[in-house]
């Protein structure tokens, strides 16, 4: 029995309330005699969810080992990501494949909740940190080749839906009940319309790596935004958007079609180095990876909690919105709201213990404690 907390409950937050475990569930009671840890000062969060990530902890997920996934996935669970859906790069499309395989097995483990596929289906005049000479028209036969080496455990595919085949792709991607994503796009608004009434619901990290919005050409961005059906990225690190650009987001798109995002690779939870970002050099400065060749950002250092702190300090969301965008949300996009993204019985015990000034001090996935809390 976890007490007297400022619990965040989607209807709200409760002063001094309670929650119950009993096993790897959120109880509607505690069981007799069950063990009272006094959470007085403290904040209780449901688990994060984290949809779009590379690696961490010095692991690339785009080409690493089994261990070294794991090493990654582990390093954002203690920082509080208790539900993450691993991202791939640009690469061969067999090494794809590949590298989806050994992934699916981690997700039949339940050590993640499933694979995106960020590019090879992109703009080059978009691309980002991901290798130009690797990029290819979102043929749907492609397309399929990939979900179908994910094994059912393909969650989301990024792809500029602008380009030959890009639409069929997000027909092909609804059917088979992955989400498709529009992203590193060079889309016009009206092209972009027109991929989310084919079955569009995510926009990948909204503002980076697609057109800005003009008052003559609104682009993308004004597209995603508008659409009730679309649920947008953000990767609230400091450097990928202004605070304004933020609030704009969750202007327009309410507090319940955010998702914040790490994009993190190898050095979250690591250090500033050298660093491969699939077949890309990646330089990481105070924090900050950029390619080694062009300096075009590179993902982000970022965990979970950082972007939560971030969100209510400098951001001042109230806190109930931040963390459904960092929950709820996401776990409602993934399909898993039943199970993830809220602290309510039945559901798993996935939770974090904060101080009052928002820095993260335990953290229990399934009901085991990951992070076990220190409290005065
Ligand atoms: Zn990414």
Redesign the pocket.
Known sequence: MLSGARVVLPTGVVENGRLAVDGTKIAADAPENAQVIDLTGHWLLPGFVDI?N?GGGGASFSSGTADQILTGVHTHRVHGTTTLVV?TVTDEMDVLARQAGLLSELAEQGEIAGIHF?GPFISPCRKGAHSEALLRDPDPAEVRKLVDAARGHAKMVTLATELPGGIESVRLLAEHGVIAAVGHTDATYEQTVAAIDAGATVATHLYNAMPQIGHRAPGPIAALLEDERVTVELINDGTHLHPAALQLAFHHAGPDRVAFIT?AMDAAGFGDGRYLLGPLEVEVTDGVARLADSGAIA?STLTLDRALRRAVTVDKLPVEHAVAALSANPARLLGLYDRVGSLEPGKDADLLVLDADFTLKGVMRKGTWVVVPELS
């Open positions: 779009h590379h991202s960020e994009d993902g």
